[in-house]
């Protein structure tokens, strides 16, 4: 069966360090998403893909970056990790619509504490 | 940008009915989304609208009017396993039609 996986499930790091969060998900979907979940705040959009080689800032892509070097991964990286990114990260892979839907699937979630 | 405001929190009895109100303001709108999330847990497609009108499936049916920015979720014979957040969510166009800007979610809690 198809599914979005993300690595490490949990990680706790010290301030300063670079992190990288890995999402792979084998759906074959072009769109893949990276958010965090913060008490208060909901899932806001950090950065985006709609196919290889493209990636887009979301709402806070401030000290963040994503590269696709191909369909199935789309890793999320901590340049200078701050105890202000401490939160949950999700990423999520949808289709283009070719289908008739457009719903996001969300991988398990990556819970990362910054000391 | 986008703008979308749901209740925080909601209490309901097991078996009954219970409406999640959600409004917004958005530049573009291109559909709405209702995902469920269990604590700790990722969240899960349950609906989409994009034409006004109700949409059913079993226990859970969605609401939408695109001329009032408003839409609601109904949850029927509540069950405990119902208990979670809500998360209403308005898809694109700003920043493209499959961007999609999410509430901060209605926690649900289902007593017996």
């Known amino acids: 069966d198809a599914e979005i996986t993300q690595s490490p499930r949990h990680k706790i790091t010290e301030t300063g360090r670079q992190v990288t969060l890995a999402c792979h998900q084998t759906w074959n979907h072009n769109n893949m998403f990276w958010y965090r979940q913060d008490l208060g705040h909901g899932l806001r959009l950090i950065h985006y893909s709609y196919g290889v080689q493209d990636t887009n800032k979301g709402e806070v892509s401030d000290g963040y970056s994503v590269s696709r070097s191909n369909t199935e991964d789309l890793p999320l990286t901590l340049e200078s990790a701050a105890s202000s990114q401490t939160s949950v990260y999700f990423c999520?892979?949808?289709?283009?619509?070719?289908?008739?839907?457009?719903?996001?699937?969300f991988g398990p979630g990556t819970r990362l504490t910054v000391t | 940008g986008q703008n979308i405001d749901q209740p925080t929190e909601m209490t309901a009895t097991e078996g009954a009915i219970v409406q999640i109100n959600c409004t917004y303001q958005?530049?573009?709108?291109?559909?709405l989304f209702w995902y469920q999330q269990h604590a700790g847990e990722a969240p899960t497609f349950l609906s989409y609208?994009?034409?006004?009108g109700l949409e059913e499936k079993g226990r859970f049916s969605s609401f939408l009017s695109r001329s009032k920015g408003y839409s609601y979720l109904l949850l029927k014979e509540l069950q405990m396993k119902d208990s979670a957040s809500y998360l209403c969510a308005v898809r694109g166009p700003s920043g493209g039609y499959q961007k999609v800007t999410f509430g901060t979610g209605t926690k649900l809690q289902v007593i017996p």
């Open positions: 958005t530049s573009g709108f291109n559909g």
């Open positions: 609208n994009v034409l006004d």
């Open positions: 999520a892979s949808s289709d283009s619509g070719a289908s008739g839907t457009y719903e996001q699937y």
